[in-house]
């Protein structure tokens, strides 16, 4: 299983950003998706996730500024940040558990740069 992150970059306080992730391989169904971010010499932390069935769950510094969705028919999770702050630059992963010929298997994909400036 592959996981393609895009969307990230640098853009002002205030600004926004769309995050996607996009997942390919062998695979019978996808469950969890979500997203962490980490910052420098830290460990990551939940930003946001969804179910399969659509319930999203957010870090309370995200609440109200970040929405999590996903495309079943595109596997793939989206990340809408808007009134962003300095304190969300970080590097952000994204990561999905499918059900596959092993069963239940966590990924994570590359991980993408957000930077944003005050």
């Known amino acids: 299983v592959q996981l393609q992150a895009f969307g990230g970059g640098l853009v002002q306080a205030g600004g926004s950003l769309r995050l996607s992730c996009a997942a390919s391989?062998?695979?019978?169904?996808?469950?969890?998706m979500g997203w962490y971010r980490q910052y420098p010499g830290k460990q990551r932390e939940l930003v946001a996730d969804?179910?399969?069935?659509?319930?999203?769950n957010y870090a309370d510094s995200v609440k109200g500024r970040f929405t999590i969705s996903r495309d079943n028919a595109k596997n793939t999770v989206y990340l809408q940040m808007n009134s962003l702050k300095p304190e969300d630059t970080a590097v952000y992963y994204c990561?999905?558990?499918?059900?596959?010929?092993?069963?239940?298997?966590?990924?994570w994909g590359q991980g993408t740069q957000v930077t944003v400036s005050s």
């Open positions: 990561y999905v558990v499918v059900r596959g010929p092993r069963g239940y298997v966590h990924y």
């Open positions: 391989g062998n695979f019978f169904s996808i469950h969890g």
């Open positions: 969804i179910s399969s069935g659509g319930s999203a």
